[in-house]
């Protein structure tokens, strides 16, 4: 069955046409973006104006006209606001699939500065990741970092903190503790969890800005729609359309 997915374009900028041109007829894309930018993108492609763009793309993908949203180049706060508010939720928790490098594909969370600060939130968070890794065929097993080695203990009690709280995740989800060894953790396991969402921020934006590495988009997985959070710096959006695409195609077989 064919797939439609939302795409927020908050102007026709380089990377949005740029999207637009790969994806081509691999999707139905339609396009969310303010009044009078309709024509700007091009022809035949579908785009919805409106004055708030954000609200109208999660009404429509909670009304079923659309089957997965990308929030591309609209606001954060006011778009993550709007689909909090649909999926009656305080919170949201993104889980991104990145690639380094040398084209190894790994899960990373938390990846919201406001995300996994506490135990309970990244166990859930590995129970989320172990289904989307499942689905894309990724390495088996999940590393849990921390802010040293098990030898740094009793250098600082942050440090000590981080790793009682890798120790404790890793024990109930039977992932594995891996210290601070990231280089290590990112190419041998399919899901990788910072110790919070600032690590975890900073982790996704040194590898996909200063890195040669790419950032493929952040799926929301407490609620029951596929959202693919993304960044505005994305030089495009092409791979969080796919990976939207692709998660949609899953639920519906």
Sequence with gaps: ??????????????GILS?????????????????????SFGDGVA????????????????????????????????????????????????????????GHLFLLAPVGVDEGWTVEEKVQLVGHGRDIARSFGLAEGVAILSGGRLGDLGRHPVVDRTMADAELVARLTGAEHTEILIEEAARRY????????ISGNLIFRTLTFLGAGAGHGAPVVNID???????????????AVMLAKSLAESEKT
């Design 190 to 197: 399919g899901m990788v969890v910072a110790p919070d969402g």
């Design 225 to 239: 729609k596929i959202f693919v959070d993304t960044s505005r710096a994305s030089a495009n959006y092409t791979n």
């Design 1 to 14: 069955m064919p797939v439609t997915v939302g795409l927020g374009a908050a102007s026709p900028d380089a």
């Design 47 to 102: 785009v919805v104006e409106a004055e708030e763009p954000e609200i109208a793309l999660i009404e429509a993908l909670y009304a079923g006209r659309i089957d997965a949203a990308v929030r591309g180049t609209l606001p954060a706060s006011s778009t993550l606001k709007a689909l909090k508010t649909a999926a009656g939720l305080d919170h949201l928790e993104r889980i991104a699939l990145l690639e380094t490098a040398d």
């Design 19 to 39: 999207t637009v041109r790969a994806i081509g007829r691999e999707v139905d894309l339609i396009l969310f973006s303010y009044p009078g930018t309709a024509g």
